[in-house]
């Protein structure tokens, strides 16, 4: 069914010209050996494998290599030794307990994902994955997280030797993960000063005054507008043909900078940015108090409408808000009526933030600069 | 070197209809080349700036087909900015004052302004057909002024009176707004109908309109095609069983309405499927059921009917791996999903060898296999290795180099290449230039590719139709080189936030290239966040 992997040595050798042959042929080598073709192999000597619905995991476990406990941990060996990694010293088992590899290990090799760890982060993050900021670390399960070995799980450089070389160049790195210290090793990273197009999200304790992150990457996932915005569309329609009460109560998440919680309001109750403004600060008053102290302003102006649309005159917090394709936009520019219709989130950030994107890239870029998860909303 | 006279070799060439074949004829030999010309009726342009109106027209003075390709893919993804080019007007101005009788305009990513559809439609006595794909810039006053016509009717019961006088009528889509009954009289009018879109169908099952519609459908039996139902109400689907038994093509994409058991029971009835676009609500039990019920399937398309939201897990590497199983014609796939393992796609890679499309997009675009989190180069491998006439391919989720080299080793026949938030290094990017033989589009966008991979062939970029590249490590520098070595191609740098005005250092990251070959030189449409280098 398969064509027999030895065949494609030969095709390896011949047409890959890549400049590194040491590395071709390791992976030559590898490749024959790879078995992912060979299932059949995988599944006659399936029998005593840890079973599943698919066969998949089984199949993955015959590709391991004998001496592990869990099927996770199998799992997690398989792939990584067979092939390329018999040429070099296997790495054992890492039980990484959270199953992730760490992101500062790509941070190390410079130059990779440009920025994109952080947004992927903040994008996991986003969608409740698993991959939550700290899985992101070492996991320091005992002593395995200072070997090399923790190198090879998740994100690592095709070839096996660059892999050697991280880690005995990444000690330092590791150290510090090790503290909790995720940022840090983050910012390592050359994040590239043409920020603004690019959207990433920033992983707490950033200190660097790195352009202001958003929460989702431009065109992604690849989708014409005109498909979401339809089904956007289909949805709202559809349930109000199943009967469901039209959407009486709008209730929108609220969030501030430096807020301990989030409140919600519900959009329906107002009808114009006006009341909108007075309502929200009424509700976020007793944590600009403490600001507007310092500033020696007086509290009660700090969310008025001018100072809702006078971002540029450097007031304390402007007022943006998410929509419906998942952008965000600052409050007030559009009718009250399409607002209320598009209107997914708000939130109260700092002008200081926005301060340095131009208005423009203001409305395009996705402002937030949240410590904890990489974003608040 | 002719042995017939020319109308023998012209009368031949009629039956030579693929474009990459009357490339080839053309080619022979300078009198076959002659013959070609006058006699080419049908003529593709994959990118508009390529070539000008002008030349065209030259060459092609039989011209009657056109299509025009326009914004690179992207900009499906509001990558591109809007009006970046591909403006039709040019085109269009200058067939009209030529001698061609344009009868057909298709057209995919171009900008068409109302102007350029009012001169269209009076420049052209025998124009038929207008096909616009991923097309903007126009308004219903632009439309009205080619339906003015075509005999474009709006009102309902013109449209009704339109069907009746239209004995050949093959497709009629309708939106949201035409209501039940008319769909009904429609149906009714029309029973030849071959692709039927319905924009709404809620209706109480127990009207006489429902009754009516029901005998109305089922008198439609050439339909072949169904798609719609943005709006829909699922216990009355049972109307539509009678001639699902005929579909081939099932566009469910736009109805969120319908998922859970009553799709799955209209899947049921649909057993000569060959194309099947549906959301991810259909879930991975739903695939099941497609699997064993359509087994003609060629082409499956699911897409997310929530794809910004909180990581439901409606469809798995389970769904795919079923649908693999159960239909061994698959040829063509956009599959989104919240997750995929190297082995479901390896058993995919075994189940369905015949793969020519195959678009992968796990919705956390860097995420690794959930089992043994490693990278998904494995499973991609095993597509790329197992598919050999693979033109098309589309990758995501955790990815390394390795991929890449896998890529340019067994992908032979690969023309087109979609890269995000994948590899380590320019190594990457070297194994697909120096192995895909048969490139014609690569995009990439977030990848760690530099100057060193740029520059490697630069002479590859002229065998290939375009190159975009974004948020990558190419510099300003590289860019301009590749520019200097290579006058046959176009560089545009894309640069909306000015910041190359500022700051002209060649060590500039570059934010958006693309490039692409061309024989008429830079073009003079560019906006002015674009510089051609």
Same mark, same amino acid.
């Given at each position: 069914?398969?064509?027999?992997?030895?065949?494609?040595?030969?095709?390896?050798?011949?047409?890959?010209?890549?400049?590194?042959?040491?590395?071709?042929?390791?992976?030559?080598?590898?490749?024959?050996?790879?078995?992912?073709?060979? =299932?059949?192999?995988?599944?006659?000597?399936?029998?005593?494998?840890?079973?599943?619905?698919?066969?998949?995991?089984?199949?993955?476990?015959?590709?391991?290599?004998?001496?592990?406990?869990?099927?996770?941990?199998?799992?997690? =060996?398989?792939?990584?030794? =067979?092939?390329?990694?018999?040429?070099?010293?296997?790495?054992? =088992?890492?039980?990484?307990?959270?199953?992730?590899?760490?992101?500062?290990?790509?941070?190390?090799?410079?130059?990779?994902?440009?920025?994109?760890?952080?947004?992927?982060?903040?994008?996991?993050?986003?969608?409740?994955?698993?991959?939550?900021?700290?899985?992101?670390?070492?996991?320091?399960?005992?002593?395995?997280?200072?070997?090399?070995?923790?190198?090879?799980?998740?994100?690592?450089?095709?070839?096996?030797?660059?892999?050697?070389?991280?880690?005995?160049?990444?000690?330092?790195?590791?150290?510090?993960?090790?503290?909790?210290?995720?940022?840090?090793?983050?910012?390592?990273?050359?994040?590239?000063?043409?920020?603004?197009?690019?959207?990433?999200?920033?992983?707490?304790?950033?200190?660097?005054?790195?352009?202001?992150?958003?929460?989702?990457?431009?065109?992604?996932?690849?989708?014409?507008?005109?498909?979401?915005?339809?089904?956007?569309?289909?949805?709202?329609?559809?349930?109000?043909?199943?009967?469901?009460?039209?959407?009486?109560?709008?209730?929108?998440?609220?969030?501030?900078?430096?807020?301990?919680?989030?409140?919600?309001?519900?959009?329906?109750?107002?009808?114009?940015?006006?009341?909108?403004?007075?309502?929200?600060?009424?509700?976020?008053?007793?944590?600009?108090?403490?600001?507007?102290?310092?500033?020696?302003?007086?509290?009660?102006?700090?969310?008025?409408?001018?100072?809702?649309?006078?971002?540029?005159?450097?007031?304390?917090?402007?007022?943006?808000?998410?929509?419906?394709?998942?952008?965000?936009?600052?409050?007030?520019?559009?009718?009250?009526?399409?607002?209320?219709?598009?209107?997914?989130?708000?939130?109260?950030?700092?002008?200081?933030?926005?301060?340095?994107?131009?208005?423009?890239?203001?409305?395009?870029?996705?402002?937030?600069?949240?410590?904890?998860?990489?974003?608040?909303? | 070197?002719?042995?017939?006279?020319?109308?023998?070799?012209?009368?031949?060439?009629?039956?030579?209809?693929?474009?990459?074949?009357?490339?080839?004829?053309?080619?022979?030999?300078?009198?076959?080349?002659?013959?070609?010309?006058?006699?080419?009726?049908?003529?593709?342009?994959?990118?508009?700036?390529?070539?000008?109106?002008?030349?065209?027209?030259?060459?092609?003075?039989?011209?009657?087909?056109?299509?025009?390709?326009?914004?690179?893919?992207?900009?499906?993804?509001?990558?591109?900015?809007?009006?970046?080019?591909?403006?039709?007007?040019?085109?269009?101005?200058?067939?009209?004052?030529?001698?061609?009788?344009?009868?057909?305009?298709?057209?995919?990513?171009?900008?068409?302004?109302?102007?350029?559809?009012?001169?269209?439609?009076?420049?052209?006595?025998?124009?038929?057909?207008?096909?616009?794909?991923?097309?903007?810039?126009?308004?219903?006053?632009?439309?009205?002024?080619?339906?003015?016509?075509?005999?474009?009717?709006?009102?309902?019961?013109?449209?009704?009176?339109?069907?009746?006088?239209?004995?050949?009528?093959?497709?009629?889509?309708?939106?949201?707004?035409?209501?039940?009954?008319?769909?009904?009289?429609?149906?009714?009018?029309?029973?030849?109908?071959?692709?039927?879109?319905?924009?709404?169908?809620?209706?109480?099952?127990?009207?006489?309109?429902?009754?009516?519609?029901?005998?109305?459908?089922?008198?439609?039996?050439?339909?072949?095609?169904?798609?719609?139902?943005?709006?829909?109400?699922?216990?009355?689907?049972?109307?539509?069983?009678?001639?699902?038994?005929?579909?081939?093509?099932?566009?469910?994409?736009?109805?969120?309405?319908?998922?859970?058991?009553?799709?799955?029971?209209?899947?049921?009835?649909?057993?000569?499927?060959?194309?099947?676009?549906?959301?991810?609500?259909?879930?991975?039990?739903?695939?099941?059921?497609?699997?064993?019920?359509?087994?003609?399937?060629?082409?499956?398309?699911?897409?997310?009917?929530?794809?910004?939201?909180?990581?439901?897990?409606?469809?798995?590497?389970?769904?795919?791996?079923?649908?693999?199983?159960?239909?061994?014609?698959?040829?063509?796939?956009?599959?989104?999903?919240?997750?995929?393992?190297?082995?479901?796609?390896?058993?995919?890679?075994?189940?369905?060898?015949?793969?020519?499309?195959?678009?992968?997009?796990?919705?956390?675009?860097?995420?690794?296999?959930?089992?043994?989190?490693?990278?998904?180069?494995?499973?991609?491998?095993?597509?790329?290795?197992?598919?050999?006439?693979?033109?098309?391919?589309?990758?995501?989720?955790?990815?390394?180099?390795?991929?890449?080299?896998?890529?340019?080793?067994?992908?032979?026949?690969?023309?087109?290449?979609?890269?995000?938030?994948?590899?380590?290094?320019?190594?990457?990017?070297?194994?697909?230039?120096?192995?895909?033989?048969?490139?014609?589009?690569?995009?990439?966008?977030?990848?760690?590719?530099?100057?060193?991979?740029?520059?490697?062939?630069?002479?590859?970029?002229?065998?290939?139709?375009?190159?975009?590249?974004?948020?990558?490590?190419?510099?300003?520098?590289?860019?301009?080189?590749?520019?200097?070595?290579?006058?046959?191609?176009?560089?545009?740098?894309?640069?909306?936030?000015?910041?190359?005005?500022?700051?002209?250092?060649?060590?500039?990251?570059?934010?958006?290239?693309?490039?692409?070959?061309?024989?008429?030189?830079?073009?003079?449409?560019?906006?002015?966040?674009?510089?051609?280098?």
């Amino acid at each position: 069914m398969s064509p027999p992997l030895l065949g494609v040595e030969e095709e390896v050798q011949s047409s890959v010209s890549s400049p590194s042959v040491e590395c071709i042929s390791e992976n030559g080598i590898g490749l024959k050996e790879r078995n992912y073709l060979g =299932l059949s192999d995988c599944s006659s000597v399936d029998s005593s494998g840890v079973s599943s619905n698919l066969n998949l995991k089984a199949t993955e476990l015959r590709l391991g290599l004998p001496g592990s406990q869990s099927p996770e941990r199998e799992t997690e =060996l398989c792939l990584l030794n =067979l092939g390329k990694l018999d040429e070099k010293p296997l790495f054992p =088992l890492l039980p990484s307990k959270d199953g992730i590899c760490s992101s500062s290990q790509k941070n190390v090799v410079t130059g990779n994902k440009r920025g994109f760890s952080d947004t992927m982060d903040g994008f996991s993050e986003v969608k409740g994955y698993v991959y939550t900021e700290k899985s992101w670390m070492f996991h320091e399960a005992g002593s395995d997280s200072e070997s090399p070995q923790s190198v090879g799980h998740g994100k690592y450089p095709g070839n096996s030797g660059v892999n050697v070389i991280l880690s005995t160049r990444s000690p330092g790195v590791k150290a510090s993960v090790k503290q909790d210290e995720p940022a840090n090793v983050l910012q390592e990273q050359p994040r590239a000063t043409n920020g603004t197009s690019l959207k990433q999200t920033v992983i707490s304790n950033n200190n660097t005054g790195a352009p202001a992150a958003k929460a989702q990457v431009v065109g992604w996932p690849p989708i014409r507008p005109f498909r979401t915005k339809t089904l956007a569309a289909s949805s709202k329609n559809n349930d109000e043909v199943d009967g469901k009460p039209g959407p009486g109560a709008l209730f929108v998440k609220v969030s501030m900078d430096g807020a301990p919680y989030l409140r919600k309001v519900d959009l329906r109750t107002y009808s114009t940015y006006q009341e909108l403004s007075s309502a929200l600060e009424k509700m976020f008053s007793c944590f600009t108090l403490g600001q507007c102290g310092s500033n020696g302003t007086a509290g009660k102006e700090t969310l008025s409408e001018s100072r809702l649309k006078d971002l540029l005159h450097g007031s304390e917090y402007v007022v943006t808000y998410k929509d419906k394709d998942g952008d965000w936009m600052l409050v007030g520019d559009v009718p009250w009526e399409m607002f209320i219709e598009t209107c997914k989130r708000l939130k109260i950030m700092k002008s200081s933030d926005a301060i340095g994107l131009a208005p423009r890239a203001m409305e395009k870029s996705k402002a937030n600069n949240k410590k904890e998860f990489g974003y608040g909303c | 070197m002719n042995y017939f006279p020319d109308e023998v070799l012209e009368h031949v060439f009629d039956f030579i209809t693929s474009h990459k074949d009357r490339n080839s004829v053309s080619l022979v030999c300078k009198s076959w080349y002659k013959i070609e010309r006058y006699s080419r009726q049908r003529v593709f342009i994959g990118n508009c700036y390529s070539i000008s109106p002008e030349r065209l027209i030259a060459r092609f003075p039989g011209l009657k087909s056109l299509t025009l390709k326009g914004k690179p893919h992207f900009a499906d993804f509001n990558l591109v900015p809007h009006d970046w080019g591909g403006f039709v007007y040019p085109w269009i101005k200058a067939l009209a004052k030529s001698r061609i009788g344009l009868e057909e305009l298709r057209l995919k990513r171009m900008v068409v302004s109302d102007e350029s559809l009012e001169l269209l439609s009076k420049s052209f006595v025998n124009f038929k057909s207008l096909v616009l794909v991923s097309c903007e810039g126009f308004t219903t006053d632009g439309l009205a002024a080619i339906a003015a016509n075509c005999r474009g009717e709006v009102n309902l019961g013109a449209l009704e009176r339109l069907v009746s006088r239209s004995p050949n009528l093959k497709s009629l889509r309708l939106n949201r707004a035409v209501p039940l009954d008319t769909l009904q009289k429609l149906l009714m009018r029309a029973p030849q109908l071959v692709d039927l879109g319905i924009g709404s169908y809620v209706h109480d099952p127990f009207s006489e309109v429902y009754n009516k519609l029901k005998i109305a459908i089922q008198r439609c039996k050439s339909i072949r095609s169904l798609s719609g139902f943005l709006e829909v109400a699922p216990h009355c689907m049972s109307a539509i069983y009678p001639i699902c038994g005929n579909l081939t093509f099932l566009n469910l994409s736009y109805a969120p309405g319908l998922h859970g058991n009553k799709l799955m029971k209209l899947i049921q009835h649909c057993r000569k499927l060959q194309r099947l676009w549906i959301l991810d609500c259909i879930g991975d039990k739903g695939l099941g059921v497609v699997a064993l019920t359509c087994k003609e399937l060629q082409e499956l398309r699911v897409f997310p009917s929530d794809p910004f939201g909180a990581g439901n897990a409606a469809v798995t590497e389970e769904g795919l791996v079923l649908v693999s199983a159960g239909c061994p014609k698959l040829n063509s796939l956009l599959y989104f999903c919240q997750q995929m393992t190297n082995a479901a796609l390896i058993t995919v890679a075994k189940n369905c060898p015949n793969f020519i499309r195959f678009r992968l997009c796990i919705l956390d675009p860097i995420k690794p296999d959930p089992v043994t989190n490693q990278p998904l180069d494995e499973g991609f491998g095993a597509i790329v290795q197992s598919c050999k006439g693979l033109k098309r391919l589309s990758l995501s989720g955790l990815l390394t180099d390795q991929v890449f080299l896998y890529i340019g080793m067994y992908a032979e026949q690969l023309e087109m290449l979609s890269i995000a938030f994948a590899a380590d290094s320019d190594k990457g990017m070297l194994y697909v230039l120096n192995g895909c033989k048969k490139l014609r589009k690569l995009e990439i966008r977030d990848c760690p590719f530099g100057d060193a991979a740029l520059l490697e062939d630069v002479g590859k970029y002229e065998t290939m139709r375009s190159l975009w590249m974004s948020s990558c490590e190419v510099t300003l520098g590289g860019c301009k080189s590749v520019a200097e070595k290579m006058p046959s191609l176009n560089v545009e740098i894309i640069d909306e936030c000015e910041q190359m005005e500022f700051n002209l250092d060649d060590k500039q990251k570059v934010d958006k290239m693309y490039l692409y070959r061309t024989l008429v030189g830079h073009r003079k449409d560019a906006p002015e966040y674009v510089s051609i280098l």
